[in-house]
């Protein structure tokens, strides 16, 4: 019988979290001109907070993280929360709205961080 220690499964979610932010950092490279090239260490920072404050925001699943990822990328890891991004706050503290449902509506208000990059 195979017996998987519970640090063997921390350490593969660990290895999986950091090929995620991996991805997503040369995702924001890719996508955003701005961040083409921010220092290493800019780039993760950002990663790592906008995750946070995604998770906040009940957003998880991957494909999801990664558009709010790219949207603090263009607007900042405090998006929702200064006035020059409120306009994305009601939609993102709406409870009602699974994650995808909620970057669906950012993207309808015509400000998708995509829209400008190109």
């Known amino acids: ?4 220690r519970d640090d063997q499964i921390a350490a593969l979610r ?3 979290g950091e090929a995620f932010e ?4 040369a995702l924001l490279r890719a996508q955003l001109p701005e961040w083409r090239d921010a220092p290493e260490g800019m780039v993760r920072q950002l990663v ?3 995750r946070a404050r995604a998770a906040r925001h009940a957003i998880f699943q991957p494909a999801d993280l990664e558009r709010f990822i790219l949207y603090a990328g263009r607007y900042g890891a405090d998006l929702g929360e ?3 991004t409120g306009w994305a706050r009601p939609i993102l503290e709406d409870r009602s709205r699974l994650g995808r449902q909620k970057l669906d509506a950012l993207d309808a208000l015509g ?3 995509l829209a400008r990059s190109r």
Do not use: K, Y
Not at 1 to 4: A, K, N, R
């Open 1 to 4: 019988m195979l017996v998987i």
């Open 14 to 16: 660990q290895a999986r």
């Open 22 to 25: 991996r991805r997503v950092e």
């Open 48 to 50: 790592t907070a906008a």
């Open 82 to 84: 200064t006035p020059e």
């Open 111 to 113: 400000r998708s961080p």
